[in-house]
């Protein structure tokens, strides 16, 4: 991997699970724990690339080589980070596990457990980052990831069309692989061609993503 596929090109990758918070004390979270995305970042720098690393909450030291971390909480301060990290790159990787809901209002104060009452949350949509940046003109090459426990190909092909995708990262979470471990087992899917890469450590996928990216950006974008 000794070659600069990246040389010259701006990336930014998102990374790690979105904290949601209900009150002072309580989130709606998720298990992504940022390691393929940050394993992303650090192979697109040694790639060539200058990477901002946009990471949700997460204990992972910055990959050496990334440019510019900006560490975000809600999907709401993801979408600002990357929205204005995003103009003027090139590459957008959207590898964070960003929560699809968030709670309406945020109590100003702990919520107090009313004795044998339930508790209803009413749950606000939360923008899809990846829609939004494909929406716009003049957007970056457009990378994301889905993570499924079923009907990996045709979820993954239906996200890349939905969203507007350039390139898809479909990985089957579940038996080891997936969230908080080390391995993973990646399928890529773009418009016309899809590439397999075998189970293997998240820094050697990432490795072979940027490989694949850099090819599929050359294609598309010269
Ligand atoms: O639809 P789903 O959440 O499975 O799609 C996953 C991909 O979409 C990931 O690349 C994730 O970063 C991105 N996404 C996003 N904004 C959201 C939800 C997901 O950019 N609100």
């Given at each position: 991997?000794?070659?600069?596929?990246?040389?010259?090109?701006k990336?930014?990758?998102?990374?790690g699970?979105?904290?949601?918070d209900?009150?002072?004390?309580r989130?709606?979270?998720?298990?992504?724990s940022?390691?393929?995305?940050?394993?992303?970042?650090?192979?697109?720098?040694?790639?060539?690339?200058?990477?901002?690393l946009?990471?949700?909450?997460?204990s992972?030291?910055?990959?050496?080589g990334?440019?510019?971390?900006?560490?975000?909480?809600?999907?709401?301060?993801?979408?600002?980070?990357v929205?204005?990290?995003a103009?003027?790159?090139?590459?957008?990787i959207?590898?964070?596990?960003?929560?699809?809901y968030r709670?309406?209002?945020v109590?100003?104060?702990?919520?107090?457990k009313q004795?044998?009452?339930d508790l209803?949350?009413?749950?606000?949509?939360?923008?899809?980052?990846?829609?939004?940046?494909?929406?716009q003109?003049g957007?970056?090459?457009?990378?994301?990831?889905?993570?499924?426990?079923?009907?990996v190909?045709?979820?993954?092909?239906?996200?890349?069309q939905?969203?507007?995708?350039?390139?898809?990262?479909a990985?089957?979470?579940?038996?080891?692989l997936?969230?908080?471990?080390?391995?993973?087992?990646?399928t890529?899917?773009?418009?016309?061609g899809?590439?397999?890469?075998p189970?293997a450590?998240k820094?050697?996928?990432?490795r072979?993503?940027v490989?694949?990216?850099a090819?599929?950006?050359?294609?598309?974008?010269?």
């Amino acid at each position: 991997f000794g070659e600069r596929v990246l040389a010259g090109l701006k990336v930014v990758v998102s990374a790690g699970p979105t904290y949601e918070d209900i009150d002072p004390v309580r989130f709606i979270g998720n298990r992504s724990s940022g390691k393929m995305g940050f394993a992303v970042a650090d192979a697109a720098a040694q790639a060539g690339a200058q990477v901002t690393l946009v990471a949700g909450p997460v204990s992972l030291a910055t990959p050496q080589g990334v440019s510019k971390r900006i560490d975000v909480r809600s999907a709401a301060q993801m979408h600002a980070a990357v929205t204005e990290a995003a103009a003027g790159a090139h590459i957008y990787i959207g590898a964070a596990a960003v929560g699809d809901y968030r709670p309406n209002e945020v109590a100003p104060h702990k919520l107090k457990k009313q004795n044998g009452q339930d508790l209803s949350l009413q749950l606000a949509q939360n923008p899809d980052i990846l829609a939004s940046l494909a929406a716009q003109q003049g957007h970056p090459f457009l990378v994301g990831f889905a993570a499924e426990t079923q009907n990996v190909e045709s979820y993954a092909r239906d996200k890349l069309q939905r969203k507007g995708l350039d390139m898809i990262a479909a990985n089957q979470v579940g038996d080891g692989l997936g969230f908080e471990t080390a391995d993973n087992a990646i399928t890529l899917y773009w418009a016309d061609g899809s590439a397999q890469l075998p189970r293997a450590d998240k820094a050697v996928l990432a490795r072979q993503l940027v490989d694949h990216v850099a090819s599929r950006y050359r294609v598309q974008r010269g």
